[in-house]
């Protein structure tokens, strides 16, 4: 249907956009003669473009703010603010952004607390997410109260919950260690923990291939995660030697096999470790392993660990 000249027009944006309607009127001419707009207001039917347009007619009001959306501050803000910051907090913003994506094309003075609170609600992450999303939420206020656009900063009071604190490492005690050495025959892969404890590697270190290992010295070069970790030494201890020599396939190159493949991460934690901590009545993370050296180091017991 045409719309009555002088009245304005509406367009139907692409994309999967909760408010596709543009409601826009002429504002004038560029120097080549092409139109100029200012946008009155999106929306989710095109008859409720169009009353917005005849309510316009009847009662012209200043909707440059209107126009302006979550999408359109954000844009703004961040070319002003990231060119101060560094890398990681840019990179934190943007992951609190991709989690707004139902705010994107909502006009900004129309956005309320209860909206703002849904999108911290139904991220489904932690603390940490949450808390980005809240500070992206405040920065944009900030910004949005400048510009004179809002008197009021909707996101101060969002409620994020509460930091949960992480599990505290605790060490296996020296009576659980020598229990997984009595057990080492009785129950399968109770050796693994062991080499975990006495290499000091983490455990996709030794779920990954390991081309350089030497016997006679005693060492093998491995390593992981960053860059100052890959190709590191790992010394191999005297009480987890015979462990290792025995499980390490020199075709190739792994030290844990099921069915003649390599093993995940996920398969170590579900098919291997949960099941030894759950038959010795123990109740350790894979990581309190590294925690485990450290404190043997720590007591002096660094004269027996390699005897």
């Known amino acids: 249907m045409k719309l009555p000249s002088g009245l304005g027009g509406v367009v139907k944006n692409g994309g999967n956009r909760r408010r596709p309607y543009q409601a826009r009127i002429t504002i004038g001419y560029d120097d080549n003669g092409k139109q100029l707009y200012d946008t009155i207001g999106w929306f989710e039917k095109r008859e409720d473009a169009i009353t917005a347009l005849i309510d316009n007619k009847r009662n ?6 209107l126009a302006i959306t979550f999408k359109d501050l954000y844009e703004k803000w961040n070319a002003i603010h990231f060119p101060t910051i560094g890398d990681s907090a840019v990179n934190g913003y ?28 139904n991220s489904g992450k932690d603390y940490s997410i949450k808390y980005l999303i809240r500070s992206l939420f405040n920065m ?23 930091k949960v604190t992480k599990h505290r490492k605790i060490p296996f005690t020296d009576e659980e260690i020598q229990t997984l050495f009595d057990n080492v025959d009785k129950i399968e892969n ?4 062991l080499i975990l404890i006495f290499s000091c590697m983490r455990i996709n270190e030794m779920l990954k ?31 987890i030697l015979d462990f290792i020599k025995k499980r390490y396939n020199t075709e190739t190159k792994y030290l844990i096999e099921i069915d003649g493949k390599p093993v995940s991460y996920r398969q170590y934690i579900n098919e291997i470790w949960n099941p030894i901590m759950e038959q010795l009545n123990m109740n350790h993370t894979p990581h309190e392993c590294r925690h485990t050296r450290k404190f043997i180091i720590s007591k002096c017991w660094c004269r027996t660990v390699d005897t």
């Open 60 to 65: 012209p009001k200043d909707f440059s703010k």
């Open 94 to 121: 943007k992951t609190a952004y991709n989690y707004c994506k139902e705010l994107y094309d909502i006009p900004f003075i129309e956005i309320t607390f209860g909206m703002l609170q849904d999108v911290i609600d």
């Open 140 to 162: 944009m206020y900030r910004f949005a109260k400048r510009k004179e656009l809002v008197k009021e900063k909707l996101s101060k009071d969002l409620d994020i919950g509460k």
């Open 190 to 193: 109770a050796d693994t923990v």
């Open 209 to 239: 291939k390991i081309d350089n290992i030497n016997f006679d010295e005693r060492y093998m070069i491995n390593g992981s995660k960053t860059e100052s970790g890959k190709d590191r030494v790992i010394p191999i201890s005297l009480k």
